[in-house]
């Protein structure tokens, strides 16, 4: 059985930083591609960031381009996604999730496997 457990969330200021991390289990952790998502409160659940099977590839939304980066490590079956220059907007749950395959996609509904989330407030 896939698990798949988020860490990292909390309250940070306008401007600053924070690291999520996702560690997962259950299966071949370096054969799929792997997704962060976030949901705010009354909002639909959105694609934030993915990263390839290998790493290499790397995709994001228009919104965190060039402040947040998804990175992965096979040997230790993790997934991390450092957030900087936060913004207010940024508050939300936010998920890890993993697809069947080891392409990246932005598709909310290829991603067969999600976590518990974890909250991440921004304040202004």
């Known amino acids: 059985q896939v698990q798949l457990v988020e860490s990292g969330g909390g309250l940070v200021q306008a401007g600053g930083s924070l690291r999520l991390s996702c560690a997962a289990s259950?299966?071949?952790?370096?054969?799929?591609?792997m997704g962060w998502f976030r949901q705010a409160p009354g909002k639909e659940r959105e694609f934030v960031a993915a990263?390839?099977?290998?790493?290499?590839?790397?995709y994001y939304a228009d919104s965190v381009k060039g402040r947040f980066a998804i990175s992965r490590n096979n040997a230790q079956n993790m997934v991390y996604l450092q957030m900087n220059s936060l913004k207010p907007e940024d508050t939300a749950v936010y998920y890890c999730?993993?697809?069947?395959?080891?392409?990246?996609?932005?598709?909310?509904?290829?991603?067969?496997?999600w976590g518990q989330g974890t909250q991440v407030t921004v304040s202004s």
């Open positions: 999730a993993t697809r069947t395959t080891g392409r990246i996609t932005d598709s909310l509904s290829e991603y067969d496997y």
């Open positions: 259950g299966r071949t952790f370096s054969s799929y591609a």
């Open positions: 990263v390839s099977s290998s790493g290499i590839g790397t």
